[in-house]
């Protein structure tokens, strides 16, 4: 058996092509869709990010714009300039690039940001209605997840679905959105004991621990469905997932690349809450 490829790259590309036409129908409407990104410090990684998504939001016809602090920014104020964008009319979504420099109390940053402008989905309220299934925006990774599992027809409601990893940003959010699909969901982590004998049981894993090639064949159920949400840098300086890629999809029933899978969607669905977010408040006028 040789797993066929969930290729994220053609699906993102689909999806923006989409929102771009309904990015143009809101601004005919005098609402364009405004995403604002505050990024501090030199972390080559998040430039890259920070990069590809405003890169992303003018290919959607989004009105993209970012604002720089040096490494040295206090607390305060980055506290004040979420407090200027959340009152800013014309800003629809606001997302704090992380890591922030390691003086900046990060989750106080975050907790700042107006709920119906948290389009990264990481604000304790809508991590909240993600557990009671009414959340407003799903925070991205996991929701590109779940895009892609539809968009292959993958039967999730009944399956048992297996998430390597627990963190706020993918692990547990993941975890919620596969069991109101109707999956019986097993999180583990680095504290569980005999993890292959728990992943073999899966008929989707979903891998999130940032370790390369974590997932070996041996841990894989033949025909499973495999998300590799991992990206790592290796000494070569070639990227790598958490799944041992050549190895797995000749077990694995569906499978995700790195580079040019669950990545691509993640912006994809970013761009997705911001339109979102725009959307309501053009109803709300």
Request: charged share 20%.
């Amino acid at each position: 058996m040789t797993a066929k490829i969930i290729d994220g790259t053609a699906l993102a590309q689909r999806l923006r092509a989409e929102f771009a036409t309904r990015a143009e129908a809101l601004a005919a409407r005098g609402q364009r869709p405004g995403l604002t990104v505050v990024i501090a410090g030199e972390n080559p990684a998040s430039r890259v990010y920070v990069r590809n998504k405003i890169k992303a939001c003018s290919e959607a016809a989004f009105d993209s714009r970012h604002v720089e602090f040096p490494e040295t920014v206090s607390t305060a104020t980055l506290l004040h300039e979420i407090e200027r964008l959340n009152a800013d009319p014309e800003v629809h979504g606001i997302l704090v690039q992380l890591p922030l420099p390691p003086q900046v109390d990060a989750p106080r940053v975050t907790a700042a940001i107006a709920p119906h402008k948290d389009v990264d989905g990481f604000h304790a309220t809508n991590l909240g209605g993600l557990v009671t299934g009414h959340a407003d925006f799903a925070p991205c990774t996991p929701a590109g997840v779940m895009e892609m599992l539809k968009s292959e027809n993958i039967a999730i409601e009944g399956k048992h679905a297996v998430v390597i990893g627990r963190s706020n940003i993918v692990g547990k959010p993941m975890a919620l959105l596969l069991l109101q699909a109707g999956a019986t969901v097993t999180i583990c982590h680095s504290r569980t004991v005999d993890l292959p004998a728990i992943t073999r049981q899966a008929d989707i894993l979903v891998a999130a621990v940032g370790k390369p090639n974590f997932v070996t064949a041996g841990m894989v159920k033949p025909g499973t469905c495999v998300i590799d949400v991992g990206i790592n840098r290796l000494p070569t300086g070639k990227l790598a997932g958490d799944v041992d890629f050549a190895a797995v999809r000749e077990v694995a029933g569906w499978i995700t690349p790195v580079p040019g899978g669950v990545g691509p969607m993640t912006i994809a669905m970013l761009l997705a809450n911001t339109l979102k977010a725009t959307e309501r408040a053009l109803r709300k006028d």
